[in-house]
């Protein structure tokens, strides 16, 4: 695929991330996995139930999805062979499965070797959901996959591109005095982070993932002339991150 929208999963408000590392699930026949809820996908595997038995000479990859800290049914997972966020996604030999109404996944027949990506679809969107490792979060995470055993994998948190923004529009020019960054309220959203981006790498903003529990924001720290681009996230009481704005919104400061 070359087109839509690719979130890295995991990502902290402080852009951390946790290394990917799946976990072997304990045996147990067709019964329910017992995968726990956590902040993302990026993180040390997960200890469930062995949901299906591998076929001989091949591996099993099964967890869950979740939206809202909610189930999330019918959610598109590949396993991806090779993987480019910027390119072409995922590659190579890829192995899909869906989530049931419990949100959980099991794809079976993988072939033992390892896997640069684990994708999951964002809803009936072009946008998909991948873990990363290492401190930058740009790296997709690996797993290796071995003959005769399932692994469980920690949940991943679906994130929306929906939220709508009010003030600045894009390409405006606006003054820096009396700026109030404005967006609508977002469905179940307990809170919401802002950061602005000076286009001009010499300019540093003072606004990097700024919490805010309303839906604006009067800026008290005056911006330099030049283009700047802003995007503001909604997390619900959970802290998981329900949604963003669009990537592309990008304003002009004329005095």
């Not at 890829?94 to 964002?122: C, F, M």
């Not at 994998?153 to 591109?161: D, G, M």
């Not at 967006?183 to 700024?210: G, M, R």
């Amino acid at each position: 695929m070359t087109s839509g929208k690719w979130f890295a999963a995991g990502v902290c408000l402080l852009g951390l991330m946790a290394a990917m590392a799946l976990a072997g699930c304990k045996g147990g026949g067709n019964k329910s996995a017992t995968n726990s809820e956590t902040s993302s996908a990026a993180q040390p595997g997960e200890k469930g139930i062995e949901k299906v038995k591998p076929a001989p000479g091949t591996g099993n990859v099964q967890g869950k999805v979740l939206y809202n800290s909610k189930p999330a049914e019918n959610i598109e997972v590949k396993l991806c062979e090779t993987f480019s966020r910027f390119l072409n996604g995922c590659g190579g030999n890829t192995y899909t499965a869906r989530t049931d109404k419990g949100g959980e996944y099991v794809i079976t027949n993988v072939a033992p070797k390892t896997y640069e990506a684990l994708t999951a679809q964002v809803f009936e969107t072009d946008s998909y959901v991948f873990a990363t490792s290492g401190i930058a979060g740009i790296s997709s995470a690996k797993y290796d996959g071995v003959a005769g055993k399932t692994f469980c994998v920690r949940p991943i948190n679906l994130v929306k591109s929906d939220l709508k923004t009010l003030n600045p529009k894009a390409a405006a020019k606006v003054s820096a005095q009396g700026l109030e960054l404005k967006w609508e309220a977002y469905p179940d959203a307990a809170y919401y982070v802002f950061s602005i981006y000076p286009v001009d790498s010499s300019i540093t903003s003072s606004y990097i993932n700024q919490r805010v529990e309303a839906t604006s924001f009067g800026l008290d720290k005056l911006l330099q002339k030049g283009t700047y681009h802003w995007q503001v996230s909604a997390f619900n009481k959970d802290d998981k991150k329900l949604s963003e704005s669009s990537d592309d919104i990008t304003f002009i400061i004329v005095e």
